[in-house]
């Protein structure tokens, strides 16, 4: 880590992008392509990962655990995680995964970006995953307006209330850092935020 005299294994700027969206490939859509075992929960062995990646991609055979592990642990979205020799990612799969999270210390209100077209469908229906497995939610309204403005220039950002969600029996998962994930949430638990930008603090950051 910075500052650590010890540090001996270093990524340039553009080996982080690259390293990090082949992670976020194999480990969020497409382990079969490089040959790679997926446990149930999301788990690859790390070192089947390294050798996996060094073989397909000769510009990676240089890749260590240090590599990985220093991407993960210096993640500033909590994307990744290692546990016994293992790494998987922790929200973003278009696979069918049981990611065993944390259901504890959720927020009472979440946040979730669209367009203006697709609120009124979200509140009338609730919201259900796309192109992903799973909803993901922000942990703070900014970080939902950072996360929509990927795709939409002004989005709406949608409050859930998950005190009554969860009373309900609704499932919420604590993902990345500032990351949470459901199965769906009914229309009730759904309203139009009318809270603003600058009503909020800057240090809030992008939620994916």
Not at 42 to 62: C, H, P, Q
Not at 117 to 138: F, T, Y
Request: negative net charge; proline residues 6%; contains cysteine.
């Amino acid at each position: 880590m910075c500052g650590d005299p010890a540090t001996r294994f270093l990524l340039k700027d553009e080996e982080i992008d690259s390293v990090g969206r082949t992670m976020a490939g194999i480990l969020r859509h497409f382990p079969e392509r490089y040959g790679l075992e997926m446990d149930a929960n999301g788990w690859v062995d790390l070192g089947d990962f390294i050798t996996a990646v060094s073989i397909r991609n000769r510009r990676f055979r240089f890749l260590k655990p240090n590599h990985i592990l220093g991407l993960i642990q210096t993640d500033p979205k909590g994307r990744y995680e290692f546990r016994d020799g293992r790494i998987r990612a922790t929200y973003g799969h278009s696979l069918d995964v049981d990611l065993d999270l944390p259901t504890d210390n959720i927020p009472d209100v979440l946040f979730y970006p669209t367009s203006e077209e697709e609120c009124g469908v979200l509140l009338g229906a609730g919201l259900r995953p796309s192109d992903r497995k799973m909803v993901h939610l922000s942990g703070t309204f900014n970080a939902a307006l950072e996360a929509g403005r990927v795709r939409i220039q002004s989005p709406v950002i949608l409050e859930v209330d998950t005190t009554r969600a969860r009373e309900a029996g609704v499932v919420i998962k604590k993902a990345g850092k500032t990351v949470y994930l459901a199965k769906e949430v009914p229309p009730e638990f759904v309203r139009r935020s009318e809270r603003a930008e600058e009503e909020l603090s800057p240090e809030e950051g992008s939620a994916e």
